[in-house]
């Protein structure tokens, strides 16, 4: 029999090949080849084994042990799917300085705090000193008797903790710290953090203990680690901020117990984060009235519905390049509603500078947000005001036409509910709620002349 030589494998999508490559040549990513020992052929039979439970009708499956508990944070819940399931794995992955560990503290505290407590929390920090996190914790409120507190790298001796405390919630913060004495490879390697991941969501399964990983991201905004990491965990997190803005969401990435597109809206003030169950305030709070380039919109984050405010600021230049910025909008889109305003509705921008930009640190780049952009555009360039209970929903195609968005009645009764009474819409958007009066919009030339003779 011939003998089988060295085996090679990505360690981010864990694909094999015959020989070291610099890149993967299934995920294209650089440096991530490494030598493994190669499996010997086995020709031996697999004789089966006794179970250890006979199989049983699915109807016949008892399902209230694995039933969602609550942590006590409603925003966090609502991403969850209802809270934590015992045993599931669950990965919060941000950039630095974001706020994953202050909102940890918190889903710790709370989780212990309630009445209806199911048991202890046990916070692993392997970044920093024992000392530091609690005075975090004291800084923003979230200390109690029942939450334990250490300071490890080490997987063994966190296993060790585990069977000490006896908690019924575990955090890891991060998953790139630790360490098996078991795998030969450094503290945050593929490796490494493959071996240690998969033993936490033995952990997990073995015990019904819901465990909380964090983890780092690389410079792209990706989970930091092999693309493994995501398939052995349960669900996976996503927390976003801008470091100007004291605005978060929690977005569900993958999510094996509820919905993966549902996102969760927190607030980072002076007492740690909050979470905030309306956040359509922020994003229209201090909002100006009766001033030319500002229209709002509702996008869809999840099944929540959010307005949004839009401006826009148009000045004439005689530079031979007009300046575009854009802030809290997708560079590309904004260029594509310009070439569609002056190509298609004529108004002239080609001498003229354009910046655009959001409020209150939302990020839009849903399609449905565009007709709302390019009225603050035509606003903002015949200085003309548009109505201030007036919102705007539609995609702007390149014919310039107003295409049909998702959702449109959900966003209209959001829009009611805060105040407004007139919206633009896309032709062929359902049924609408009756306390607001929509226009239908077919196309960016009608509506352009029609502002422009008020």
């Given at each position: 029999?011939?003998?089988?030589?060295?085996a090679?494998?990505?360690?981010?999508?864990?694909?094999?090949?015959?020989?070291?490559?610099?890149?993967?040549?299934?995920?294209q990513?650089?440096?991530?080849?490494?030598?493994?020992?190669?499996?010997?052929?086995?020709l031996?039979k697999?004789v089966?084994g006794?179970?250890a439970?006979?199989?049983?009708?699915?109807?016949?499956?008892?399902?209230?042990?694995?039933?969602a508990?609550?942590?006590?944070?409603?925003?966090l819940?609502?991403?969850?799917?209802?809270?934590?399931v015992?045993?599931?794995?669950?990965?919060?992955a941000?950039?630095?300085?974001v706020?994953?560990?202050?909102?940890l503290?918190?889903?710790?505290?709370?989780?212990?705090?309630?009445?209806?407590?199911p048991?202890?929390a046990?916070?692993?920090?392997?970044?920093e000193?024992?000392?530091q996190v609690?005075?975090?914790?004291?800084?923003t409120g979230?200390v109690?008797?029942e939450?334990f507190?250490?300071?490890?790298?080490?997987?063994?001796?966190?296993?060790?903790?585990?069977?000490?405390?006896?908690?019924?919630?575990?955090?890891?913060?991060?998953v790139q710290?630790?360490?098996s004495?078991?795998?030969?490879?450094s503290a945050?390697?593929?490796t490494?953090?493959?071996?240690v991941?998969a033993a936490?969501?033995?952990?997990?399964k073995?015990?019904?203990?819901?465990?909380i990983?964090?983890?780092?991201?690389?410079?792209?905004?990706?989970?930091?680690?092999?693309?493994?990491?995501?398939?052995?965990?349960?669900?996976?997190l996503q927390?976003?901020?801008d470091?100007?803005?004291?605005?978060?969401?929690?977005r569900?990435?993958k999510?094996?117990?509820?919905?993966?597109?549902?996102?969760?809206?927190?607030?980072?003030?002076?007492e740690?984060i909050v979470?905030v169950?309306d956040?359509?305030g922020?994003?229209?709070?201090?909002?100006?009235?009766?001033v030319?380039?500002?229209?709002?919109t509702?996008?869809?984050?999840?099944?929540r519905a959010?307005?949004g405010?839009?401006?826009a600021?148009?000045a004439?230049?005689?530079?031979?390049?007009?300046?575009?910025?854009?802030?809290?909008?997708?560079?590309s889109?904004?260029?594509?509603?310009?070439?569609v305003?002056?190509r298609r509705?004529?108004?002239?921008?080609?001498?003229?500078d354009v910046?655009?930009?959001?409020?209150?640190g939302?990020?839009?780049i849903?399609p449905?947000?565009?007709l709302a952009?390019?009225m603050?555009?035509?606003?903002?360039?015949?200085?003309?005001?548009l109505?201030?209970d007036?919102?705007?929903?539609?995609?702007?195609?390149?014919?310039g036409?107003?295409?049909?968005?998702?959702s449109?009645?959900r966003?209209?009764?959001?829009?009611?509910?805060?105040g407004f009474k007139?919206?633009?819409?896309?032709?062929?958007?359902?049924?609408?709620?009756?306390?607001?009066?929509?226009?239908?919009?077919?196309?960016?030339r009608?509506?352009?002349?029609?502002?422009?003779?008020?």
């Amino acid at each position: 029999m011939k003998k089988s030589g060295p085996a090679f494998r990505c360690g981010e999508c864990g694909a094999v090949v015959a020989k070291w490559f610099g890149r993967c040549p299934e995920c294209q990513a650089w440096g991530t080849i490494e030598e493994v020992a190669a499996a010997r052929p086995s020709l031996a039979k697999v004789v089966a084994g006794a179970p250890a439970s006979p199989a049983r009708p699915i109807a016949e499956v008892d399902v209230e042990s694995a039933r969602a508990q609550r942590t006590g944070v409603p925003e966090l819940d609502r991403v969850l799917g209802g809270g934590l399931v015992p045993g599931a794995v669950v990965l919060l992955a941000g950039e630095p300085g974001v706020g994953k560990s202050t909102l940890l503290l918190e889903v710790a505290y709370q989780w212990v705090a309630r009445e209806d407590s199911p048991g202890r929390a046990l916070y692993i920090t392997g970044e920093e000193s024992a000392g530091q996190v609690r005075l975090r914790a004291e800084r923003t409120g979230n200390v109690h008797q029942e939450m334990f507190l250490a300071s490890e790298s080490d997987l063994a001796t966190v296993i060790g903790h585990v069977d000490a405390v006896k908690p019924a919630m575990l955090v890891i913060d991060s998953v790139q710290t630790m360490s098996s004495p078991a795998v030969e490879s450094s503290a945050g390697g593929v490796t490494q953090v493959r071996a240690v991941t998969a033993a936490l969501v033995a952990l997990a399964k073995e015990r019904g203990l819901p465990v909380i990983l964090v983890g780092h991201v690389t410079k792209e905004g990706s989970v930091a680690g092999p693309r493994v990491l995501e398939h052995l965990v349960d669900v996976v997190l996503q927390f976003e901020g801008d470091k100007y803005s004291s605005l978060r969401l929690v977005r569900g990435v993958k999510n094996r117990f509820g919905a993966a597109d549902e996102v969760g809206c927190f607030e980072m003030v002076e007492e740690g984060i909050v979470g905030v169950p309306d956040p359509s305030g922020i994003f229209m709070s201090n909002r100006v009235e009766g001033v030319a380039g500002t229209a709002v919109t509702v996008i869809t984050e999840g099944k929540r519905a959010l307005l949004g405010e839009v401006q826009a600021l148009v000045a004439n230049t005689e530079a031979p390049m007009p300046r575009r910025a854009v802030n809290g909008l997708e560079a590309s889109r904004v260029a594509k509603v310009l070439a569609v305003l002056e190509r298609r509705a004529s108004l002239p921008l080609g001498k003229s500078d354009v910046f655009t930009a959001t409020v209150g640190g939302m990020r839009i780049i849903e399609p449905a947000g565009d007709l709302a952009l390019a009225m603050a555009v035509a606003s903002a360039k015949l200085d003309i005001p548009l109505p201030n209970d007036m919102v705007i929903i539609g995609e702007v195609g390149l014919a310039g036409e107003v295409r049909r968005v998702g959702s449109v009645g959900r966003r209209l009764a959001e829009a009611a509910r805060l105040g407004f009474k007139r919206a633009l819409i896309p032709p062929d958007s359902g049924r609408l709620p009756p306390e607001i009066r929509a226009t239908v919009v077919p196309d960016l030339r009608t509506l352009v002349d029609t502002l422009s003779k008020r």
